[in-house]
């Protein structure tokens, strides 16, 4: 069974980079052509799509957030990181990873994902 478990600080100063890491466990992030992906949820709002990074390495990124973005995987340790640079307190959100085996890019619920962490708290203040 894929496991997935974010991890990261929960308290971000304004103006630095929030970086979490997304460990995957039962499953290999470079097999099976699954697609691995940032969500967040700000408080009293919908779910929003950040970024994937594939099976392969390609990146996707949402417009909105691409200059602030960067995903990335690392194939030896089974895991891929989110940075989110220059944050602002619009930033604070819960954060999940999720895969699945296409580009997700609208979503509703986290159930759209085959597979999702629990979800990180990351509040920007200072």
């Known amino acids: 069974q894929v496991q997935l478990q974010e991890s990261g600080p929960g308290l971000v100063k304004p103006s630095q980079t929030l970086s979490l890491t997304c460990a995957v466990s039962?499953?290999?992030?470079?097999?099976?052509?699954?697609?691995w992906s940032w969500i967040r949820q700000p408080p009293g709002k919908g779910l929003e799509w950040m970024g994937t990074v594939t099976y392969s390495g390609s990146t996707y990124y949402s417009p909105p957030l691409k200059s602030r973005t960067s995903i990335s995987r690392d194939a030896s340790k089974n895991q891929f990181t989110l940075q989110l640079r220059s944050v602002t307190p619009e930033d604070t959100a819960v954060y999940y990873c999720a895969g699945s085996a296409g580009l997700r890019t609208v979503i509703r619920t986290m159930d759209e994902y085959d597979y999702r962490g629990q979800g990180t708290q990351v509040t920007v203040s200072s």
């Open positions: 039962g499953g290999s992030i470079t097999g099976n052509l699954y697609y």
